[in-house]
């Protein structure tokens, strides 16, 4: 079982800043990524930013220069830097894992490794104009 725990959200004022936070603990064998995803009343799930193992990056076009993300894969941690915040950032934000997690095979009674996709609870971030 892989856990991902996120925290950091809460009500900011318009051009404002939060920092959020994910942790992703259990049996995770490798982490080939980290992203935070967001999602509006209303709308789909869209990409916010995600990092790769090699510590590549990619942003959505809505928040290209003002949030920064940066992760520790070793720690399994990743974190969000939101800066000029504006009230369309206004959604839930979710952290994301994947790489490879262990899981138990009943026929070998043994643990493997298999595909990771982890999400966590998400986080409410509301930016009021």
Do not use: H
């Not at 009343?41 to 940066?70: C, H, M, W």
């Not at 990743?78 to 899981?103: H, I, R």
């Amino acid at each position: 079982q892989v856990q991902v725990a996120e925290s950091g959200g809460g009500l900011v004022q318009d051009g404002g800043s939060l920092r959020l936070s994910c942790k992703a603990s259990g049996r995770i064998y490798s982490i080939d990524m980290m992203a935070w995803y967001r999602q509006a009343p209303g709308k789909q799930r869209e990409l916010v930013a995600l990092v790769n193992s090699s510590g590549g990056t990619k942003y959505g076009d809505s928040v290209k220069g003002r949030f920064t993300i940066s992760g520790d894969n070793a720690a399994k941690t990743v974190a969000l830097q939101m800066n000029s915040l504006k009230p369309e950032d206004t959604a839930v934000y979710y952290c994301n894992v994947a790489g490879s997690g262990f899981y138990y095979d009943d026929q070998r009674a043994a643990f493997k490794p298999g595909p990771l996709d982890a999400w966590g609870q998400g986080t409410l971030v509301t930016v009021s104009s």
